[in-house]
């Protein structure tokens, strides 16, 4: 069978072309499609069609997808965690520099000066309130160390600093992965009272939304420098701008721009840049393309949001994929309905998330659809597919 692909935003042709014809029919907001591959459209203001059975982002950002309406009807969102954080390293260790040496400001200035006879002198004159710090031996806190904070924690060591860290949720891998050097923060609070400048790394959620607000900035170092390149809501703009009224907190530099930041001293706005990169774009649409078809040829399961990670090698050319509520006796219900048809399984396996999980079976025989639909009515399926290669 040929799957459909609605793609929405420009994705990058190493991705798309690996949409191999004649199986897939890839087009811009294609009309019934079975997957959708995007970036940043805002899908929740579209409807998506009950065709949909895959959603995918060319990114690590999912806030513009409707991901708890998609749970409930048994869709995986799908992002590219860490195909981008090179791209974004390098932007957040180029902020840290800006921060550094006054840039932005220093840059402004000149551009403020008329041409006169003592230009020279203007310039010489002014430079003394741009002077900045040297980075060794100076602490960088990041909160977040997931695979964009590990590599800038990496690379700030490399340049001499001190670095401190705080991840409550951080993976083993991750953790692995950490230069030995990084000091683990106990809490937020002690990441932004050590630190000269700090970095945050995080996704956006309920947890997350503000989490950098008036009480935690109160207590920041003083002097501090605050990047954001995870998300703009990660961080309270009106607290920000109060600190920075304040003298507490030295500059924000974000890539989030928004009216309430425009023209505000001590803040620098990049518009979006962190994954805007030929490299980045590339493998994030690369990741996410193959997950897709992997998902839609084999119902195996990677790096989705809303589901837990599922792959199982074939043992027959007929298998079924099930999304269901965690509750009791699903996988017994399931069974019962197999053998009802006299179908013999081959090979199982269920994993869960929350109040999800997700089922793989392999029959030895074709499985008619009659008994799709039955397991389909079981109370709490949310959606079943049948995957047979031929």
């Known amino acids: 069978m040929a799957y459909r692909v609605a793609v929405y935003n420009a994705i990058s042709a190493s991705g798309l072309g690996r949409f191999a014809a004649p199986h897939y029919a890839v087009g811009k907001a294609l009309a019934d499609p079975d997957a959708i591959l995007l970036r940043s459209h805002a899908l929740l203001l579209t409807e998506i069609p009950a065709t949909v059975k895959a959603i995918a982002r ?80 100076r602490t960088l806190g990041i909160i977040g160390l997931g695979a964009i904070g590990g590599l800038v924690a990496e690379t700030a060591i490399r340049l001499g600093m001190k670095v401190t860290g705080y991840d409550p949720e951080i993976t083993v891998d991750n953790a692995w992965r950490l230069p030995g050097s990084v000091k683990r923060a106990a809490s937020i609070e002690d990441v932004l009272k050590a630190s000269d ?16 607000g008036r009480e935690r900035l109160a207590a920041a170092k003083k002097g501090m420098a605050l990047l954001n390149f995870s998300r703009d809501a990660v961080v309270d703009e009106e607290a920000v701008l109060a600190s920075i009224a304040e003298k507490r907190l030295r500059a924000y530099i974000c890539d989030f721009p928004s009216e309430r930041l425009q023209g ?18 590339e493998n994030c649409a690369v990741m996410v393309v193959d997950q897709l078809k992997a998902f839609l040829e084999e119902g195996s399961i990677a790096n989705a949001v809303n589901f837990p990670a599922v792959d199982m090698a074939r043992e027959s050319p007929h298998r079924i994929a099930i999304a269901n509520a965690n509750v009791p006796n699903m996988v017994g219900g399931i069974s019962h309905e197999m053998a009802e048809a006299g179908l013999n399984i081959a090979t199982m396996t269920n994993k869960s998330r929350r109040d999800l999980a997700y089922t793989l079976v392999d029959v030895d025989s074709d499985v008619p659809q009659p008994v799709i639909d039955a397991i389909a009515r079981i109370d709490g399926v949310l959606m079943v597919r049948y995957l047979p290669t031929s």
Do not use: W
């Open 197 to 212: 400048f700090v970095t945050v790394h995080v996704p956006l959620n309920g947890h997350t939304r503000h989490m950098i």
């Open 264 to 281: 505000q001293p001590g803040v620098v706005a990049l518009p979006h840049l962190g994954a805007s990169t030929e490299e980045a774009e």
């Open 58 to 137: 060319a990114g690590a950002g999912v806030n513009n997808i409707p991901v708890d309406e998609m749970t409930k009807r048994g869709v995986p969102v799908f992002n590219a965690p860490g195909a981008n954080a090179n791209a974004v390293k390098e932007l957040v260790i180029a902020a840290v520099l800006l921060a550094a040496r006054n840039v932005v400001p220093a840059i402004g200035y000149v551009q403020s000066l008329a041409a006169s006879p003592d230009f020279e002198k203007r310039v010489e004159d002014g430079k003394k309130q741009f002077a900045g710090v040297e980075l060794p031996g």
